[in-house]
Nanobody, 122 residues
């Protein structure tokens, strides 16, 4: 069983930066890939970034590549999403999630946090 808690969201002006954190806990040792997704009002939840257990592999959505960076610190049981050059289209609720393997579809993830709101003003 996995528990995830996101933090770090907020209101930022266009061009600004935010760093999201996701603290996770697992009851049994296992290797989890971690992903970040986002959901804007009235839209589907979409993939943002994913990172392998060892942090050796990262994958990004084309819309955020070069602006966002995913990282993890397994010793601290935390995954991060550094978001730079934010624009209003990045406004959404951001969720972290766990999966056995790297994936880009929400259905491949079996543990979700409650989400954190990111709002980018123009």
């Amino acid at each position: 069983q996995v528990q995830l808690v996101e933090s770090g969201g907020g209101l930022v002006q266009a061009g600004g930066s935010l760093r999201l954190s996701c603290a996770y806990s697992v009851r049994t040792f296992s290797s989890y890939a971690m992903g970040w997704f986002r959901q804007a009002p009235g839209k589907e939840r979409t993939f943002v970034a994913a990172i392998s257990w060892s942090a050796g592999i990262m994958h990004y959505a084309s819309s955020v590549k070069g602006r966002f960076t995913i990282s993890r610190d397994n010793a601290k049981s935390t995954v991060y999403l550094q978001m730079n050059s934010l624009n209003p289209e990045d406004t959404a609720v951001y969720y972290c999630a766990t999966a056995r393997d790297m994936a880009t579809t929400p259905g491949s993830y079996d543990g979700w946090g409650q989400g954190t709101q990111v709002t980018v003003s123009s």
